[in-house]
């Protein structure tokens, strides 16, 4: 019985995509995975020789299925996509040029059968740069279980902003996700990793880590407050789940963690006055949502100017 599809959204990636479905046939054989996980690529209308080289890969004990798109429909249809195809009860989102950490699917695969109610698992993460250094994200902390809550969400969603190697029971991602459909966005993966936590056990085990490339060039670039504007509406399908203040929490959090997509290091008090005002002006008024965020401007230039 299939337990896992991994879901590789892909574009002009071919000898990265070829690699990736090369470790993972070598993965699942040495592990004998292949009755309990499948790969499934969507393609997203690649004008280089990436159907070719996945072809040999197709009709193999090791299953994986290809979709190419007619059309590039962009990064996050070309996610839903994916995970449309997917028939297993858990889903595997991985980049086309990241790589799992080994005996990470059977870690997966143990978990799934240890915890009835596993909805998530949320792995380490190696950056890997252009000159062949690396940089542990994450650290070695062992793994720990969270249990399904506003806790939960608020300490391990802010993880899924780096798709690669999460983890998430498939039942409801796609009609949650849609049911809101003004809220769609390209962190669709922080969304999918905040409503599995809200709704069974969870796993943070950053000893397994995925190697996530960081020199190719992506296939799109931040805006003027580094997507955050993005990054919150993933939490705004919580209104009806959780209290405003909660909501004014989990984004204050998510900007504190990630501050770097914000222009404090230049100690430019016009570009940062001018992001917070943008926020300000994109951000629904949650309860508290203002004087949070001005407090976090106010101390993370602060900050900046001693450094």
Not at 207 to 230: A, I, P, S
Request: charged share 20%.
């Amino acid at each position: 019985m299939m337990l896992i599809d991994i879901l590789i959204p892909t574009y002009n990636r071919a000898k990265d995509v070829l690699m990736n479905l090369e470790i993972l046939q070598q993965e699942i054989e040495k592990q004998e995975l292949w009755d309990t996980i499948q790969i499934i690529v969507s393609d997203n209308c690649s004008t280089d020789e990436t159907e070719q080289l996945v072809q040999p890969f197709l009709g193999k004990k090791v299953q994986v299925q290809y979709y190419k798109n007619d059309t590039n429909i962009g990064l996050e249809p070309n996610a839903l996509a994916v995970l449309s195809k997917a028939t297993s009860p858990y889903v595997l989102f991985l980049g086309d040029d990241d790589f799992l950490a080994p005996d990470y699917l059977q870690y997966c695969l143990d978990s799934i059968a240890k915890h009835s109610n596993l909805s998530c698992i949320i792995p380490g993460i190696l950056s890997v740069f252009a000159d062949g250094t690396m940089k542990d994200v994450r650290g070695n902390n062992p793994e720990k279980i969270l249990q399904p809550s506003f806790e939960a969400v608020l300490e391990g969603s802010h993880w899924g902003h780096q798709m690669s190697g999460i983890l998430c029971k498939k039942e409801g991602l796609i009609e949650s996700y849609l049911s809101q459909k003004e809220h769609r966005t390209p962190y669709l993966f922080l969304y999918f990793t905040a409503y599995s936590l809200s709704k069974g056990t969870g796993i943070y085990n950053p000893q397994y880590k995925t190697r996530v490339n960081n020199f190719n060039e992506k296939d799109w670039g931040y805006n003027k407050v580094g997507l955050l504007d993005d990054v919150y509406k993933c939490y705004y399908f919580f209104k009806d789940t959780f209290t405003e203040s909660q909501i004014t929490t989990l984004l204050i959090h998510f900007t504190r963690l990630h501050s770097y997509r914000l222009a404090f290091s230049s100690k430019n008090p016009s570009i940062i006055y001018k992001q917070y005002k943008y926020l300000l002006k994109s951000t629904p008024p949650f309860k508290g949502f203002n004087a949070e965020l001005r407090k976090l401007f106010i101390k993370e230039s602060i900050l900046a100017y001693i450094k």
